[in-house]
Nanobody, 124 residues
């Protein structure tokens, strides 16, 4: 089972940008679809973005469309979430996860391995 570690979170002003990274180890990274979820205080974990094993297919939630981009580098065992035009409502803990499907779904049950999360705080 792959192990995942997120990084890149922090405090940013509204309108700013952050790039989150997800480092994978202990498995064949290129065989896992990847996803980012987020969870704000008092709210359920919600889907943000997903990417297929090869990177050919991507999808993002409507709430971040046009602002967030997911990518991956299989040679480096890394996945990324580029977040632009950040808003206070984007404040949450962001988690990356890996699934054994070619292109995982938008439910957290679709994913087997999870990182510990990285905090993103957007100030107004």
């Amino acid at each position: 089972q792959v192990q995942l570690v997120e990084s890149g979170g922090g405090l940013v002003q509204a309108g700013g940008s952050l790039r989150l990274s997800c480092a994978a180890s202990g498995g064949t990274f290129s065989s896992y679809s990847m996803v980012w979820f987020r969870q704000a205080p008092g709210k359920e974990r919600e889907f943000v973005a997903r990417i297929s094993t090869s990177g050919s297919y991507t999808g993002v939630a409507d709430s971040v469309k046009g602002r967030f981009t997911i990518s991956r580098d299989n040679a480096k065992n890394m996945a990324y979430l580029q977040m632009n035009s950040l808003r206070p409502q984007d404040t949450a803990v962001y988690y990356c996860a890996a699934g054994r499907q070619y292109y995982g779904g938008t439910r957290y049950e679709d994913y087997d391995s999870w990182g510990q999360g990285t905090q993103v705080t957007v100030s107004s």
